[in-house]
C-alpha cells in the first residue's frame, strides 16, 4: 500500500530547503538588527486560547481548526496561528513585570483546515514578530519598516503594502452599526455569504472576494471616517513616520483582518505576481488582547508572513550565496586508499571543512564526475601510491590546476586555501 502525504501539506525537501535556511537567517539578522528575540511557543495548545482570542465568529475558529481530544480529554487545537500563544506565554511567564516593551520573533508551522490550492496549505509555515507593551505610534511604522528591510535583504520588490485604521473598542461599534445599516441596503446584491456574516460581522463584508460585492462595497461607509480623535491622531502619526522613510504604501479604508483581536493599525502586503492567495504578510496592532487573558493592559503590534508565498517571490536565480558547496571531494582509489582515507576525512570534517567521498569504490572517472556535480572547491586524489609516498593529488575543481601536498599537512594546507578564498594553486 502506498501512503501519500495529506491533502495540502508538502515536503520540502533539500534543495528547496536550502532557500528557506537563506530566508530564514536573513530575517535572524535584520530581526535582530531591531531588538527582537526569537521565542518558541509550542505547536498546540488548549482550544479556549485561540476560539477566545482569534474570535468566535472568524472563519478560522469556525471552521478551519484542526481541533481533537487528547488521552486526558483536554480540547487541544493544532495553532492556526502565533499570535495568541505568545500572548499566553508572556502572561504566563510575567515577562510584563520588567515593565519593557519585549520584542519577539518565531517561525514554524501553523493549521487550517482551508480548501487547498496554489498558495494555500493545510500545514505552512510563517514568520511572526510581535512587539508587546507600547501604544507609541512610532513602534507600528518601525515593525513595517523593519518588514521592508528583510523584503529588500531578500531582493523581493514586487510588492504592495496597504495600511488602515480600525479603530479602538470606543470608536469601532458606532462604525459597526452605520457599516451594518448600510449593508442592509444591499443585501439583495450582496453574496450568501455576506448575506450571512453581515448581522455578527459586518467587517467582514469589506473583505468579501466577489466582483459585484467588491464594487458594492466602495460605497459603504469608511472607517477612517468614523474613528474617533485618538485613534486618528495615532494613524496620523504612523503615516507621518512611514512618509519619513520614504516607503511606498497606500491606505485601504477597505482594509480589514480576518482576526478580531485587532485595534487601531492593520496592514497587509501584497503581491500580484501570487494569485488569487496574494497575501504575503498581515498584522497590525492588537491593544486588549493581553488584558482578554488576564494579563495587564498591554498594547501590542506585530505581523506574520507565510513563507511559501514569501519563497516563491524571492528571484533565487539572481542570487549567488545560497549554496553551501563542499570544500573538498576526497577520491580515493582501491581498497588500501579507501580505508586510509577514512580518518583524513574525519579530521579535515573536524577542522571546519565540508567534505564529501565516494562511498562505492568506484572508478577515477566516476568519481571525478561526482566531484564535479558536488560542485566542491577542491578534490583530494589518493591511491595506492599517494598511501604509499605520503603526497597527495590537489586538485583546483574551478580552474584545474593539480599540486602535490603532504599527508601530515593536508588539513592545514586546504584550510589555508579555503579561508583565504585562494583559487589558484
Ligand atoms: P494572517 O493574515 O492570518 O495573520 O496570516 C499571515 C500570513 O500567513 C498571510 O498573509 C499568508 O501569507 C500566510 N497564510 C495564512 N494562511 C495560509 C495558508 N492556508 N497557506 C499558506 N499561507 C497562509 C496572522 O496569522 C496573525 N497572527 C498575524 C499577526 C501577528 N498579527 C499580529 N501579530
Not at 81 to 107: D, N
Not at 128 to 150: N, R, W, Y
Not at 169 to 190: F, G, M, T, V
Not at 193 to 209: E, G, H, Q, S, T
Amino acid at each position: 500500500m502506498k501512503i501519500q502525504a495529506i491533502r495540502g501539506v508538502k515536503d520540502i525537501l533539500p534543495d528547496e530547503i536550502k532557500k528557506w535556511h537563506w530566508v530564514e537567517n536573513k530575517a535572524y539578522q535584520i530581526f535582530s538588527r531591531y531588538g527582537f528575540k526569537e521565542i518558541r511557543p509550542p505547536i498546540f495548545e488548549k482550544t479556549k486560547l485561540f476560539s477566545r482570542g482569534l474570535g468566535e465568529t472568524t472563519d478560522i475558529v469556525e471552521k478551519e481548526m484542526y481541533t481533537f481530544e487528547d488521552r486526558g480529554g483536554e480540547k487541544i487545537t493544532l495553532r492556526p496561528e502565533g499570535t495568541a500563544s505568545v500572548v499566553r506565554a508572556f502572561i504566563e511567564h510575567k515577562m510584563f513585570a520588567s515593565q519593557t516593551v519585549h520584542k519577539f520573533y518565531y517561525l514554524g508551522p501553523m493549521f487550517r483546515y482551508e480548501r487547498p490550492q496554489a498558495g494555500r496549505f493545510r500545514q505552512f509555515y510563517q514568520i511572526g514578530v510581535e512587539a508587546m507593551g507600547t501604544h507609541d505610534p512610532s513602534i507600528d511604522a518601525e515593525v513595517m519598516i523593519m518588514l521592508m528591510d528583510f523584503f529588500n535583504s531578500l531582493s523581493l520588490n514586487q510588492f504592495e503594502l496597504q495600511i488602515n485604521s480600525l479603530g479602538c473598542d470606543k470608536c469601532r461599534p458606532q462604525y459597526r452599526e452605520a457599516l451594518q445599516q448600510s449593508i442592509i441596503n444591499h443585501l439583495p446584491d450582496l453574496c450568501d455569504n455576506c448575506n450571512k456574516r453581515y448581522k455578527k460581522n459586518p467587517l467582514r463584508v469589506l473583505d468579501c472576494k466577489v466582483k459585484l460585492d467588491m464594487e458594492i462595497t466602495l460605497s459603504l461607509p469608511k472607517i477612517t471616517d468614523h474613528i474617533c480623535g485618538e485613534c486618528k491622531n495615532h494613524f496620523e502619526k504612523v503615516n507621518t513616520f512611514l512618509r519619513e522613510t520614504e516607503i511606498p504604501y497606500s491606505i485601504d479604508p477597505r482594509l480589514v483582518r480576518g482576526l478580531d483581536y485587532y485595534t487601531h493599525t492593520a496592514f497587509e502586503i501584497t503581491s500580484s505576481k501570487l494569485g488569487a492567495q496574494n497575501a504575503i504578510c498581515g498584522g497590525g496592532r492588537y491593544n486588549t488582547l493581553v488584558e482578554q487573558f488576564d494579563g495587564p493592559s498591554t498594547p501590542c503590534f506585530g505581523f506574520a508572513l507565510g513563507l511559501e508565498r514569501l519563497i516563491s517571490l524571492i528571484p533565487f536565480e539572481n542570487i549567488k550565496d545560497i549554496d553551501k558547496n563542499p570544500d573538498v571531494f576526497v577520491i580515493s582509489l582501491g581498497e588500501k586508499a579507501k580505508s586510509g582515507t577514512f580518518n583524513l576525512v574525519h579530521r579535515l570534517r573536524s577542522a571546519g571543512l565540508s567534505v564529501e567521498r565516494d562511498y562505492d569504490g568506484s572508478s577515477m572517472k566516476s568519481q571525478m564526475r561526482k566531484a564535479n556535480k558536488s560542485e566542491s572547491r577542491f578534490a583530494l586524489i589518493i591511491g595506492e601510491n599517494e598511501i604509499n609516498s605520503g603526497k597527495y593529488q590537489l586538485k583546483n575543481m574551478q580552474n584545474g590546476t593539480q599540486s602535490n601536498v603532504t599527508a601530515d599537512s593536508c588539513v592545514e594546507e586546504i584550510i589555508s586555501l579555503t579561508s583565504n578564498q585562494v583559487i589558484e594553486l
